[in-house]
């Protein structure tokens, strides 16, 4: 079992930037594909951004390509996503998840997860 949590959320203006993080209370943190997903209200959850292993491969949802990065540190047991010029629909509680089934490739589906944090709210105004 991993335990995972997350920080860095907060209320921002449309246009700026926030940098969530996902601290790991696991030694064995370089054996998880990680991801994080988003949920706003009144939708579900969706896949935004998953990074492999090695940190080889990323991918994200469309809406988020050019603006968001994904990145992670073996050392410090975290997973990053930068998040730059974002829009109000951008706000949603955004979750961080852990995946140790296929780790070498990016996860796209909440499936394929087994370990999740509690979430961070990220809201921005227009």
């Known amino acids: 079992q991993v335990q995972l949590v997350e920080s860095g959320g907060g209320l921002v203006q449309a246009g700026g930037s926030l940098r969530l993080s996902c601290a790991a209370s696991?030694?064995?943190?370089?054996?998880?594909?990680m991801g994080w997903f988003r949920q706003a209200p009144g939708k579900e959850r969706e896949f935004v951004a998953g990074?492999?292993?090695?940190?080889?491969?990323?991918d994200y949802t469309d809406s988020v390509k050019g603006r968001f990065t994904i990145s992670r540190d073996n050392a410090k047991n975290t997973v990053y996503l930068q998040m730059n010029s974002l829009k109000p629909e951008d706000t949603a509680v955004y979750s961080c998840?852990?995946?140790?089934?296929?780790?070498?490739?990016?996860?796209?589906?909440?499936?394929?997860?087994?370990?999740w944090g509690q979430g961070t709210q990220v809201t921005v105004s227009s």
């Open positions: 998840a852990a995946g140790g089934a296929n780790p070498w490739f990016v996860l796209r589906r909440q499936q394929q997860y087994d370990n």
């Open positions: 696991t030694g064995t943190f370089s054996s998880y594909a």
């Open positions: 990074i492999s292993v090695s940190g080889g491969y990323t």
